[in-house]
C-alpha cells in the first residue's frame, strides 16, 4: 500500500509511519523535517504546511491511505483534502477526545455532543491562551473530514496517549516517580483514568487503512480507577505511596493533570469523564491494547531517554514532594 502520512517526525504520526514501513507498505511522510527524522525506510516530502500552494507536489498523486494528525489547524486539514481527496482510497484523521461538549459523565462515546466548530488555524500558544479553541477545532476538520469523503473515512479520538515520544510528561511521571524509590506523594482520589499506547494507536490506525475500516471511534484504552492503575504502576518498583487527599493537595499548591508543581493523571472534578470513555467500540474495531507492564515498560524507557532528572512539564520535583511530605506529617 502506498500510504501519505503528514508529519511522520515525532510522536503519533512517526509511530504510524514506522508501523506502515515495519508492514512493507510504501510511505511518504510530508513535514518540514524539523522536528526529527522520518522513521528508516520511510520517504520525506518536505513541505511547510503554512506556506502557499504548500501541497502543490502532492496534487494528482495516487495514495492507497492518507493519515493526517494536524494538531489544530482546520486550513491544513482543508487544503489536504483539496489536493487528495480525489485519488485516497482511505483517509485516517486523528482528533481528540477534547471535542465533547460534557467532560463530567463517564461512559460517552461517539454519538455524544460535542463542542460547536470553529473553522480556525490554530497553535499551541492559542491553545494555551483559549483552552477551548483545541476542541473546536477538531470538530471543525472532522466535519471536514466527513463532508469530502465519508465513507472513505476513518476518524479517531485519542485521549491520554502515552508511550515512547510522548512529549507531555504525564503517564511517564509516574514510573520514573517510582523508579526513584521513597515515599511517593499520590492523589487520593475516586476517580477514572484510560490511556493509550501511541505503539497500539498507530498499529490500529495502519490496520485500519489495510482493512478500510471507517467511522468514528473514541481511541482510548480500558478504565481504570486511578488508586489502582498508580499501585499497579508502582508494584514494580521499590516506592511506598503516600496518598493525600485532594484538598490538602490544593492545600499546597499542588494542581491537576499538567504544568508545574502538579500530580499527572489527577483530573480536576469539572473533566472528571473525559478519561472514561467507553473503549468497546474501538475495541470491536479492532484496537488493541498491550498489557500495562509493557506500556510502563515503554514510558519509562522514554523517560531514561529524556533524564528523570530533567525539568518536567507535569508532576513534583524532588524538593516538592518532600515539602508536601512535611507538610501532610506536621497536618495529618
Ligand atoms: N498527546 C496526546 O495525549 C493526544 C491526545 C489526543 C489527541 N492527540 C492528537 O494526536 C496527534 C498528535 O500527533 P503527532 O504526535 O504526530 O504530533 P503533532 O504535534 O500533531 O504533529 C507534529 C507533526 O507535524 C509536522 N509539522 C508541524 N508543523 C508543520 C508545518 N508547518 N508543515 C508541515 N509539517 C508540520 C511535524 O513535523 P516537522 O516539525 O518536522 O515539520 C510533526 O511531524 C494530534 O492530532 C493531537 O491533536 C494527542
Known amino acids: 500500500m502506498r500510504m501519505l502520512v503528514f508529519g511522520g517526525?515525532?510522536?503519533?504520526?512517526?509511530?504510524?509511519?514506522?508501523?506502515?514501513?515495519?508492514?512493507?507498505?510504501?510511505?511518504?511522510?510530508?513535514?518540514?523535517?524539523?522536528?526529527?527524522?522520518?522513521?528508516?525506510?520511510?520517504?520525506?516530502?518536505?513541505?511547510?504546511?503554512?506556506?502557499?500552494?504548500?501541497?502543490?507536489?502532492?496534487?494528482?498523486?495516487?495514495?492507497?491511505?492518507?493519515?493526517?494528525?494536524?494538531?489544530?489547524?482546520?486550513?491544513?486539514?482543508?487544503?489536504?483534502?483539496?489536493?487528495?481527496?480525489?485519488?485516497?482510497?482511505?483517509?485516517?484523521?486523528?482528533?481528540?477526545?477534547?471535542?465533547?461538549?460534557?467532560?463530567?459523565?463517564?461512559?460517552?462515546?461517539?454519538?455524544?455532543?460535542?463542542?460547536?466548530?470553529?473553522?480556525?488555524?490554530?497553535?499551541?500558544?492559542?491553545?494555551?491562551?483559549?483552552?477551548?479553541?483545541?476542541?473546536?477545532?477538531?470538530?471543525?476538520?472532522?466535519?471536514?473530514?466527513?463532508?469530502?469523503?465519508?465513507?472513505?473515512?476513518?476518524?479517531?479520538?485519542p485521549g491520554l496517549i502515552t508511550g515512547p515520544g510522548d512529549g507531555s510528561d504525564r503517564f511517564g511521571y509516574w514510573p520514573a516517580r517510582f523508579a526513584r524509590g521513597g515515599r511517593a506523594v499520590v492523589p487520593d482520589v475516586e476517580q477514572e483514568i484510560q490511556y493509550i499506547d501511541v505503539r497500539d494507536l498507530a498499529s490500529w490506525i495502519v490496520t485500519g487503512a489495510e482493512q478500510r475500516v471507517t467511522g468514528t471511534f473514541d481511541a482510548v484504552g480500558p478504565r481504570w480507577q486511578l488508586r489502582d492503575l498508580l499501585a499497579a504502576i508502582a508494584s514494580g518498583f521499590d516506592a511506598e505511596l503516600a496518598p493525600v487527599p485532594p484538598d490538602q493537595l490544593v492545600g499546597a499548591g499542588v494542581g491537576p493533570w499538567v504544568g508545574p508543581r502538579t500530580l499527572p493523571l489527577w483530573l480536576p472534578p469539572e473533566a472528571a469523564g473525559i478519561a472514561a470513555h467507553d473503549p468497546e467500540p474501538a475495541r470491536q474495531a479492532g484496537l488493541r491494547t498491550r498489557p500495562l507492564d509493557d506500556a510502563v515498560a515503554g514510558a519509562l524507557a522514554h523517560e531514561r531517554a529524556l533524564g528523570l532528572d530533567r525539568p518536567r512539564r507535569a508532576g513534583l520535583t524532588p524538593a516538592e514532594e518532600a515539602e508536601i511530605l512535611a507538610a501532610v506529617a506536621e497536618n495529618p
Open 9 to 157: 517526525t515525532i510522536f503519533v504520526s512517526k509511530a504510524v509511519a514506522a508501523e506502515a514501513v515495519r508492514r512493507g507498505h510504501d510511505v511518504v511522510c510530508a513535514a518540514r523535517g524539523t522536528s526529527g527524522a522520518v522513521p528508516d525506510g520511510a520517504t520525506l516530502l518536505r513541505i511547510d504546511r503554512d506556506a502557499p500552494d504548500a501541497l502543490a507536489d502532492l496534487v494528482g498523486e495516487r495514495f492507497e491511505a492518507v493519515v493526517d494528525t494536524s494538531i489544530m489547524s482546520y486550513t491544513w486539514v482543508t487544503d489536504a483534502l483539496a489536493a487528495l481527496r480525489a485519488t485516497a482510497e482511505h483517509w485516517t484523521f486523528v482528533s481528540s477526545i477534547s471535542v465533547y461538549a460534557d467532560e463530567i459523565t463517564p461512559g460517552q462515546r461517539p454519538g455524544a455532543p460535542v463542542v460547536e466548530p470553529r473553522a480556525a488555524h490554530g497553535t499551541l500558544t492559542d491553545r494555551d491562551a483559549d483552552p477551548g479553541l483545541y476542541g473546536a477545532v477538531k470538530v471543525a476538520s472532522e466535519n471536514a473530514v466527513r463532508d469530502a469523503l465519508d465513507d472513505l473515512a476513518l476518524i479517531v479520538r
